[in-house]
């Protein structure tokens, strides 16, 4: 079993672990100067992994993302809440020059929030994108997706999913990620690491020091982000695969009716053959 490869993308770090059912592997990190050298170090540090995993989910720290809750959410549909988010890009997220990656969805509240819907965005550096996909093409190996840490932090921490915020410590900040059930609603950073950290899982706690570094990359092998910051001919290209997969499940489910029809076709000719051999050897009885 390969497992699953979670590598964490912080501003000049990046830390990856090697998860097999909820066990650690193999981890390790390395620093990059630029977003030159993005890609480089990617592929570098995941060569370095003796096991080659399978698949990777790659999470960007809170300081390399824009992340927006908008509560209620705008009137748009759930399936056309990305789209919505791509437009009003410019209004939602700062840009300055360089482009810009974005996803959203709406979540539907529960509980005491039933009713409630609230739009979950954000966006990231098509570059640093690139860069990252880039990357782990050069030491072969796939990306099963790619979004926020805010996604998936809970996933390292013992903290039930009830709890309204968590506090993670990230170097000289905070980030506060407010919940509903399993799911992030809200990520604010906070300047200043005076919030104790959170009860890590077992695996991470027996890093010691180090957890709180490794926290997203283990909580990416964990879970998967929902917000997905792809470019477009890579969401073109997936969308084409999974139609093309299921053009290829259709055509073999109607080759095995077809089969089953012939088979039946057939087994039923035999029936009545031998249902008229034995009419006839009764005749004169």
Known sequence: MSGVL?????????????????ALHWAGSTTYGSRSDLTEAVARLVSECSDRPGRARIVLDRRLVQLRSVTPAPPVRARNAAAYVALEAPRLF???TEPLVTDALVI?????????RTLWAGAASETTV??????CREAGIEVEALGPAADVLAAASCAPSSSGAIAFPNGA??????LAGDRTLRSRLVVGAEAAGPKWVAPLAALGPDAASFAPAYAAARARPRLLF?????????????????RWLAATAAGLWLVALGVYVVRLGTT??????ERRALGPA
Do not use: C, Y
């Open 6 to 22: 979670g590598l964490s993308v912080g501003p000049g770090t990046l830390h990856a672990l090697l998860v097999r059912k909820a």
């Open 94 to 96: 700062r840009n300055g």
């Open 108 to 116: 539907q509240g529960r509980g005491q929030l039933r009713g409630q």
């Open 130 to 135: 690139r860069a990252l996909l880039a990357g």
């Open 173 to 178: 900040t905070t980030e506060v990620v407010e």
């Open 230 to 246: 792809l470019p477009r001919e890579t969401h073109e290209a997936r969308r084409l695969r999974a139609r093309r997969g299921l």
């Open 272 to 277: 009545a053959r031998a249902a008229e051999r």
